[in-house]
């Protein structure tokens, strides 16, 4: 495949020019805006780059393959997708490594600060710090950065329990915290929204995890019940008919295997009266929040609620997953202290502590 930049003026301008060098069967790999020329960065002019690709040789056959060819064409097929994803993301790397040369040296020390966080989509917040005029301190741009992520992070829903639904339910991967945390919403439901709780655990995996729930359980004078099967869960919620917020514990396997989350849903059954949170540590790596997310969406989690937030400086993945998974930051915790150590999540909030 030939892969070939331009840079043009407009978006018009350069499909013309990728027409004229690589032909009407280019394929467009990436755009964006860049800036060239100017003073130390400053007063660029405002360009379009794009970056297109042109394979002479295409596998790809207008007239239907015979089938006894079909498993090769497909094979050929795979082949070019694999190279087309290579391309993009050496595309990528490449961009991004430009863009931070081209950089004003202010904003190469915020850009060096991001990474550092391990944010990756930094690239469109520097793009919009790129339009402030006059120079400006890394104070004042980490601020800002600050700004642009909250503002970014308020286009999902930041709000706790919404008592709408019955079953609270905490489910994530093993070693986040999830019956802790369960145990902080519980106490808080009951304390400052005066609500009638119980607790029900189907983490039957670890005698631990049943002696840490039934703790927190007689702490709160809270009933709790055991679940081992879909029948028990079925019997545990008609025996909770009279309370106001029942709380549903489960157990912390290994959920990035899909047989598990299948194994959850089918013990707990139907969940259309159930607000599901998915309980992520904020220690954990960007790639591993997606996989565990993924996973999990059979099981509909609407909320998602960060833990260990005090257990790493790196605190990036939080801000991209949010906008990778669409879904709202409910709490976040700091600490195992019950029913302390958890904070009502904000779009504010939560940029301000990435940015910390």
């Known amino acids: 495949m030939k892969v070939k930049k331009f840079l043009a ?3 018009q301008e ?3 020019q990728i027409k004229k060098d690589l032909g009407k069967d280019a394929v467009i790999l990436s755009s964006k805006n860049v800036y060239k020329g100017g003073i130390l960065g400053f007063f660029a002019q405002k360009k379009v780059e794009v970056i297109a690709g042109h394979d002479p040789d295409p596998v790809f056959r207008t007239m239907p393959a015979p089938k006894k060819e079909r498993a090769q064409e497909i094979l050929s097929e795979t082949s070019l997708l694999s190279e087309m994803r290579e391309v993009k993301s050496l595309v990528k790397s490449l961009r991004e490594q430009e863009e931070a040369d081209n950089l004003p040296q202010e904003l190469k020390e915020l850009e060096r600060l991001l990474a550092e966080k391990e944010v ?9 710090l790129r339009e402030l005029e006059g120079e400006r301190s890394l104070q004042d741009l980490v601020l ?3 700004e642009v992520m909250a503002e970014k992070l308020a286009a999902f829903p930041f709000n706790g329990i919404s008592h709408e639904k019955k079953y609270i339910l905490a489910a994530g991967p093993t070693g986040v915290g999830k019956t802790t945390t369960l145990a902080k919403l519980a106490a808080e439901s009951m304390l400052k929204e005066k609500k009638k709780i119980a607790f029900i655990t189907t983490d ?3 005698i631990a995890a049943i002696d840490q729930i039934r703790t927190y359980a007689g702490i709160l004078n809270a009933p709790l019940k055991v679940c081992y099967t879909a029948e028990d869960v079925k019997e545990a919620k008609e025996s909770f008919a009279e309370m106001d917020a ?3 514990d489960t157990a912390g396997r290994n959920y990035r295997n899909k047989e598990f989350v299948q194994e959850l849903k089918d013990l707990l059954g139907a969940n259309d009266d159930t607000e599901t949170f998915l309980v992520l540590s904020a220690a954990s790596k960007y790639s591993d929040m997606q996989e565990i997310y993924l996973n999990f969406s059979a099981m509909n989690p609407e909320k998602l609620i960060f833990t260990k937030i005090d257990e790493t400086a790196a605190k990036g993945s939080l801000y991209d997953f949010v906008q990778f998974a669409r879904l709202g930051v409910s709490y976040i915790s700091n600490g195992q202290n ?3 150590d958890i904070m009502p999540a904000s779009a504010k909030m939560m940029a301000e502590e990435i940015m910390r």
């Open 246 to 248: 029942v709380f549903i």
């Open 338 to 340: 019950v029913p302390d």
């Open 120 to 128: 990756q989509g930094r690239a469109d917040i520097l793009s919009e």
């Open 14 to 16: 350069a499909m013309q």
């Open 9 to 11: 003026a407009n978006m």
């Open 144 to 146: 800002k950065a600050s």
């Open 204 to 206: 039957t995996y670890r």
